[in-house]
């Protein structure tokens, strides 16, 4: 079994990821393929994301 390290990605680097989704730069898709993320870490900054907006 291979042992897997978790990655830690910056502030400013889940902020970059979430703006070109949000702002149809890019499609989530295609930031999972270029930087290797899953779906669901993408999902999960992309909500975050959206009540960083919402609340201020």
């Given at each position: 079994?291979r042992s897997t390290s978790r990655r830690n990605h910056t ?46």
């Open positions: 079994m502030r400013e680097f889940k902020l970059q990821c979430c703006r070109q989704v949000a702002t149809g730069e890019k499609y989530p898709a295609q930031i999972c393929r270029e930087y290797n993320l899953s779906e669901s870490v993408l999902l999960r900054w992309r909500k975050e994301y959206e009540e960083i907006v919402v609340s201020g």
